[in-house]
């Protein structure tokens, strides 16, 4: 499988992204991480299969997850965007049902999509 991301860009404070993630097959769980520069790779949200999803404590409130399945693709909506969400955004997806919020359960990732917060 293979995932396409796309949808960042440069942004102010405040405002609104949508990324989005395209599989080249049908997977189970789907994910964002995010790493900024000098920082190690976090999770960002998660999705299950079933659509029940998990967002970080830091994201919370201003990002969603959401997936189309019968376009292998999920989401990432970002609102009220903060110059510390500048990161490349990875997505990734594993067979798997559930959703989790480990790198180490993903499989397929992205090439990632650089998304730039200015104050």
């Known amino acids: 499988v293979q995932l396409q991301a796309s949808g960042g860009g440069l942004v102010q404070a405040g405002g609104s992204l949508r990324l989005s993630c395209a599989a080249s097959?049908?997977?189970?769980?789907m994910g964002w991480f995010r790493q900024a520069p000098g920082k190690e790779r976090e999770f960002v949200a998660a999705?299950?299969?079933?659509?029940?999803?998990k967002v970080a404590d830091s994201v919370k409130g201003r990002f969603s997850i959401s997936r189309d399945n019968a376009r292998d693709t999920v989401y990432l909506q970002m609102n009220n965007l903060k110059p510390e969400d500048t990161a490349v955004y990875y997505c990734?997806?594993?067979?798997?049902?559930?959703?989790?919020?480990?790198?180490?359960?993903?499989?397929?990732w992205g090439q990632g999509t650089q998304v730039t917060v200015s104050s």
């Open positions: 999705i299950s299969t079933y659509s029940i999803a």
């Open positions: 097959g049908r997977t189970g769980r």
């Open positions: 990734a997806a594993s067979g798997g049902l559930w959703y989790s919020s480990s790198s180490a359960e993903y499989q397929y």
